[in-house]
């Protein structure tokens, strides 16, 4: 009966419109895939060979035919009786289509359900009436709102074998309201049903009489999951920029897709965290489709007015929007679920966008208890399945939104080992200690003068890419003899190579720099030699410069002033520095120039 | 249409994500039609190019169309295609049209270590030389470590479990209940050494999204998939021992989309005309923990 109602729908309907995902989240055992097989054969699409193929698999394990082995498909699962990961499923009302992901909601399988409700428009949050509220009800709560998901309906399942009483549901709904508050939810509407009986699934059943609200399947067909940007500047991460030069395609595309706001041939756009910037020439599609402007959520490319030496891992503004921020260090609200927990000092691999860096968790300010939201400070370690707040330093400085401002741009995960185990949004920008140079490098950029000639012709002429070595090592050594034998062998195989001296750049350059404290005037001559560096590599060619016994600090500072170029750092001498790449002697320049 | 655009921008992100991420990359080319869209989306991303080698698992048994049309189409869009062949078990006639194994075993043989092989280059390749025209053997010994798939979610139980990208260890296995978490569009792009990562760009696809598409992009698709005048058709194609067609009036892609619209094929699993499913218990997953697509 129910299933004819559908069916009688106008085609029409039921086309053109984006299917709306809804992920099933709850404690285990509170009746989450019985839902899912409820709305499935309510909705009539539910193949015969599926059902058939369950029956027996049921029969053979000698377990009655239930709903939820339609999801629990897999073997495993149904001998297990528990979801392992988050399957997928497809149904469709009068008004819409759904995808249903079912999430897990055994603690063991925290990192599926964040696989599963991340790709949600929004949450339907299982509770059951007679066991009332879990950790996971809890727990599941708190992560839907760290992944940024506001639209939930909250089901209290189970209503039969509580004898259909409205004062249970009541109690759950009051107790659950309050958390979802102070996590900064509001729940679209709190649900009585019964997945088994079908009671307010479809329709309402004669069992709740005292509940007028709605049904599932209207709450889930009233929620508008039209997002309402109030934020529409223009944001696209640089995911690669292609020069495919087949068939005599000539073009240089800057390709992304649009993560925010919305941009157009001609305007004026800067990449961060570079500060360069040029104007959108044309909008670039195949088949050829002409556009004049591209808006958020579309995979494009684009050509450039100017060239300009863009890598994977900018992000493209506009000049005339607000900025982003470009930090190395950031507040941030994090989740972890890796098994080796989270600790303090460890380098891990943060990735933004499509920006992928070194990163250090500095402080954690805070434990966040996911299901009590009690706060423990002076935590060195974060566990599995975890929350906390958290201060992040990255090795190089990265551009990003916080949260307030744009959600897309405020979110990384972080990768420990090759995992991804952990995921966070970035509150504020924390001052850092080098941030008069990355204003420097980025209003440096801003203003550049371009040449006509773009790198790459450089690159292609020259048949060598520019590159920075840094010789480095204890103060009275052979390090510019060295440099000087590097140059000359670079140079004698065909390299375009410069050697330059710090004594050239002291007495010329830096010449006006008398300062008695000599701590400041080694910042400024590193300054100056880098901004020069920076100069010569932009003309192509392969630097080598000299400094005794650099810091990683400074090496840093000499990496952010010439970010656009590869550095190899060498430590002259028998044993290398920390961050080095290895000890080098007079002997073993030939191994090096294979690395060059 | 907008849901299609969205489908096809999320589709467009990964395989460009695959695409910087990792070295050495290869799209398989099932010639059906779900790897044929992607093969259209490649051909999206990249502006018209399609940056990395096509391989097609070739058993011996497909039915001749399909490796007349792959060939065709290679020759228009000037792909680098390779055919993986696990000639040893030809030889010694280890195939379920012999009799000498069922069919679940005839799909490991020629399939999934068919597959196994060609990626990790210990079985013979055949490259596409668009001089000659014709199958050179491939001397390279490249190892593909990722490599682009067209499976959809909503095909059977297995697939619905799968990452966009997901590893596999150095066995070709698939450890489900393993898998590190996937969100925000952040992929697991690294990958420990010996194993290797499948990619899939389709996963949120229907059945019906593929024929809208293909029918709004006017993809060209091997003539298998329409009625021809017999009232049969193809609706997922494969070696014809193992592969048999629909009963279906559809002629052309519009008919394929009313017909799936209005429900006629309701009642049947898109993968009924393929007998290896059915005597696998499990549907596909017991074939595909062992690296079967």
């Known amino acids: ?596 | 249409m907008k849901y299609l655009n969205d489908l096809e921008n999320k589709s467009i992100y990964i395989l460009r994500e695959a695409y910087a991420n990792i070295k050495n990359l290869a799209m398989l080319w099932s010639i059906g039609k779900d790897s044929t869209v992607l093969l259209w989306l490649t051909r999206k991303a990249f502006f018209g190019h399609v940056p990395f080698p096509l391989i097609h698992i070739d058993t011996a048994y497909k039915i001749p169309e399909m490796i007349k049309y792959r060939d065709k189409l290679t020759k228009k869009w000037k792909l680098n295609m390779i055919y993986g062949i696990n000639e040893k078990a030809l030889a010694v006639k280890k195939t379920f049209k012999s009799g000498n194994v069922n069919r679940i075993e005839c799909c490991e043989n020629l399939k999934t270590k068919a597959l196994e092989d060609t990626l990790n280059a210990s079985g013979s390749r055949y490259k596409f030389n668009h001089q000659t025209g014709k199958y050179h053997l491939d001397k390279s010994k490249e190892v593909f470590t990722g490599i682009i798939l067209g499976i959809r979610s909503d095909e059977e139980g297995s697939r619905s479990k799968e990452r966009y990208f997901s590893v596999r260890d150095k066995n070709n296995q698939w450890r489900v209940g393993e898998q590190a978490p996937e969100f925000w569009d952040q992929y697991n792009t690294d990958l420990p050494p010996k194993e290797h990562v499948r990619i899939h760009p389709l996963l949120d696809w229907t059945e019906l999204n593929i024929w809208e598409y293909i029918e709004r992009e006017k993809i060209p698709m091997v003539s298998l998939y329409y009625n021809k005048g017999q009232g049969l058709r193809y609706r997922s194609l494969g070696c014809y021992p193992c592969t048999f067609p629909i009963k279906s009036k559809a002629k052309n892609n519009k008919e394929i989309i009313k017909e799936l619209k209005l429900g006629k094929l309701k009642n049947i699993a898109e993968r009924s005309g393929r007998a290896q499913d059915k005597d696998d218990n499990g549907g596909l997953e017991s074939l595909r923990r062992r690296g079967y697509m």
Not at chain 1, 300 to 317: A, D, N, P, S
Not at chain 1, 400 to 429: A, C, P, W, Y
Not at chain 1, 483 to 510: P, Q, W
């Open chain 1, 1 to 596: 009966m129910k299933a004819k109602s559908i069916k009688k729908n106008k085609l029409s309907q039921q086309t053109g419109l984006k299917p709306v995902s809804i992920a099933f989240v709850g404690h285990v055992d509170h009746g989450k895939s019985t839902i899912i097989g409820r709305l499935l054969s309510d909705t009539g699409v539910i193949a015969d060979g599926k059902i058939e193929r369950i029956k027996k698999n049921c029969a053979d394990n000698a377990k009655p035919f239930e709903y939820a082995f339609l999801i629990d498909a897999l073997k495993d699962e149904q001998t297990q009786g528990i979801t392992i990961d988050s399957a997928r499923v497809f149904f469709k009302t009068n008004k819409r289509k759904y995808i249903i992901i079912d999430a897990p909601g055994h603690i063991e399988f925290l990192k599926n359900m964040v696989t599963g409700a991340s790709r949600a428009d929004m949450a339907v949050l299982v509770i059951d009436a007679n066991e009332g509220l879990q950790t996971n009800s809890f727990r599941h709560g708190y992560f839907l709102s760290m992944l940024g998901i506001k639209k939930i309906i909250v089901l209290i399942n189970k209503m039969d074998l509580t004898g259909y009483r409205k004062s249970v549901f009541n109690s759950i709904c009051n107790e659950y309201s309050v958390f979802l508050k102070k996590i900064g939810i509001s729940a679209d509407c709190f649900i009585p049903v019964s997945g088994k009986f079908g009671d307010n699934i479809f329709s309402s059943g004669k069992n709740m009489p005292w509940y007028k609200g709605k049904k599932l399947l209207d709450a889930l067909d009233n929620i508008n999951v039209c997002e309402n940007d109030s934020n529409e500047d223009f944001r696209m991460w640089v995911q690669d920029v292609y020069k495919f030069t087949e068939d005599g395609d000539s073009r240089r595309i800057i390709a992304g897709t649009v993560n925010n706001g919305k941009v157009g041939v001609n305007d004026n756009i800067v990449f961060y965290p570079s500060g360069k910037k040029t104007a959108v020439k044309t909008i670039e599609r195949f088949p050829v489709k002409k556009a004049k402007s591209i808006f958020k959520n579309e995979a494009v490319g684009f050509t450039l007015k100017e060239q300009l030496y863009i890598k994977r891992g900018q992000l493209m503004c506009l000049e005339n929007e607000n900025r982003p921020y470009v930090s190395c260090d950031f507040l941030a609200n994090i989740f972890w679920l890796g098994d080796k927990p989270l600790t303090a000092g460890t380098n891990y691999i943060l990735k933004i966008g499509t920006q992928k860096v070194s990163a250090v968790i500095t402080d954690i300010n805070n434990k966040i208890d996911a299901v009590t939201l009690k706060e423990t400070k002076k935590v060195k370690k974060i566990n599995k399945n975890e929350a906390a707040r958290v201060e992040i330093k990255t090795k190089e400085p990265i551009v990003f939104d916080t949260v307030d401002m744009i959600q897309e741009t405020s979110r990384f995960v972080l990768v420990d080992d090759i995992q991804i185990s952990g995921g966070g949004i970035i509150l504020k920008e924390l001052i850092s200690s080098n941030k008069a140079v990355v204003d420097e490098c980025i209003d440096r950029n801003f203003h550049w003068v371009k040449s006509a000639i773009p790198i790459e012709e450089k690159i292609e002429k020259y048949g060598q890419k520019p590159k920075l070595i840094i010789v480095t090592g204890i103060e009275k050594s052979d390090r510019k003899k060295f440099a000087r034998n590097l140059e000359k062998k670079l140079f004698l195989s065909g390299r375009k190579v410069y050697f330059l001296g710090i004594g050239s750049v002291i007495y010329g350059v830096d010449a006006d720099l008398k300062n008695t404290d000599k701590k400041t005037d080694r910042q400024e001559h590193i300054r100056r030699l880098s901004e020069i560096a920076n100069i010569l590599l932009d003309a192509g060619l392969i630097v080598i410069i000299s400094a005794s016994e650099l810091s990683l600090k400074e090496l840093d500072k000499i990496k952010t002033f010439v970010s656009d170029f590869d550095v190899i750092p060498i430590w002259f001498g028998e044993s290398a520095k920390k961050g080095f790449e290895g000890a080098a002697t007079l002997n073993s320049i030939s191994k090096i120039i294979v690395k060059i």
